[in-house]
């Protein structure tokens, strides 16, 4: 975050994109929106941005010059959550899946309005803040939800803590993960559908693409699930979504 001369606080976005027409036209337009901006033309040198001035938000094209945007967007995701949205021409349903589950939160294709991606980074700015869903909230010391308790190793979410453990050993999940897995513990074994996932999780409702659900349902399910190719705790009802199955 970067502080105004006013003393607030605004939000540092970095856009990467190779195309010095495209990127002027998103620095601009954000900077009238109030962002503090960074410019990368190339996946190299967003990394080292990212390290050297991190920002709170990023904007990458897939096809870069060099190393490509899924490659920066592995990279950068290796060690930090901030948000991610991918900026790309590529629409393809194959292109999509790609940059989400590269570790992208969110895809946006061209030609775009900075308007729409403004209103993307403030959905995800209103995630990242947005309190713990009130299914989970619990008394003092009972905040903890026993996703799956056999053997030796429990593993056990804690949504008050923002954390997610099997035994001792603490789970990364990203911000969109752990939305995911708390909305669909809260609703106790019910089916929770795509729409809702998205207007409790992204919040934009039936204006988002249901491929942002179960791609980030898969990623989810790799770092949780024994077997992720069939999973046991969250569970697919076929036509209607997913819902908790404990064990």
């Not at 959905?123 to 939800?145: E, Y």
Request: proline share 5%; charged share 30%.
């Amino acid at each position: 975050m970067a502080l105004r001369e006013t003393g607030e606080v605004t939000d540092r976005v970095l856009v990467v994109e190779d195309d010095d027409s495209i990127r002027s036209v998103l620095r601009m337009g954000l900077e009238d929106e109030g962002y503090d901006v960074g410019e990368a033309s190339s996946a190299e040198q967003a990394i080292t941005a990212m390290r050297s001035h991190p920002a709170d938000f990023m904007l990458v094209d897939i096809m870069l010059g060099g190393t490509d945007g899924l490659a920066c967007i592995a990279e950068v995701r290796g060690w930090s959550d901030i948000p991610i949205v991918v900026v790309s021409a590529r629409s393809d349903t194959r292109d999509v899946v790609s940059g989400l589950e590269a570790g992208a939160d969110d895809y946006v294709t061209k030609p775009f309005q900075v308007a729409e991606i403004v209103a993307r980074l403030r959905a995800l700015r209103r995630r990242l803040h947005r309190p713990t869903p009130s299914a989970l909230r619990r008394p003092a010391g009972a905040d903890t939800v026993v996703i799956d308790g056999r053997g030796d190793a429990p593993l056990v979410l804690s949504p008050g803590e923002g954390i997610l453990r099997r035994g001792d050993q603490r789970i990364h999940l990203t911000t969109t993960e752990f939305r995911l897995l708390c909305e669909i513990c809260g609703a106790g074994g019910l089916v929770v559908s795509r729409p809702q996932l998205l207007e409790s999780v992204w919040d934009r409702g039936f204006y988002g693409d249901e491929r942002l659900v179960d791609v980030h349902i898969r990623r989810l399910r790799l770092k949780i699930e024994p077997d992720p190719s069939n999973p046991v705790l969250v569970v697919t009802e076929r036509g209607l979504g997913y819902r908790l199955a404990r064990h």
